[in-house]
């Protein structure tokens, strides 16, 4: 069982960006999936999460700005990125709680991260 993220990329101010995560393996169950980032000397932080029903909750930084959405069907979770700022620039993780076939209750689980770099 893992994640996968891709889409990471440079990009000019004002630039988009999607990135795909998916979870791949023997899974019964997928719950939450989100996103993190982490900039260079910073602590990672929350940009969106999303509910299994598709209940989303945001940063206050990225509102209005950035979209995160999921494909059930897929076990995918995507996250547009519009109007892309310097100080977007980070390593973006993933994350989602899994439950493994054979296992009894969800694991949360950490995909590699991509990183995103805004140029000014």
């Known amino acids: 069982v893992q994640l996968q993220a891709s889409g990471g990329g440079l990009v000019q101010a004002g630039g988009s960006l999607r990135l795909s995560c998916t979870a791949s393996?023997?899974?019964?169950?997928?719950?939450?999936m989100g996103w993190y980032r982490q900039a260079p000397g910073m602590q990672r932080e929350l940009v969106a999460t999303i509910s299994s029903i598709g209940s989303t909750k945001y940063a206050d930084s990225v509102k209005g700005r950035f979209t995160i959405s999921r494909d059930n069907t897929k076990n995918t979770v995507y996250l547009q990125m519009n109007n892309l700022k310097a100080e977007d620039t980070a390593v973006y993780y993933c994350?989602?709680?899994?439950?493994?076939?054979?296992?009894?209750?969800?694991?949360?689980?950490w995909g590699r991260g991509t990183q995103v770099t805004v140029s000014s």
């Open positions: 994350d989602a709680d899994l439950t493994p076939r054979g296992v009894d209750g969800s694991i949360n689980y």
């Open positions: 393996g023997d899974i019964i169950r997928v719950d939450d």
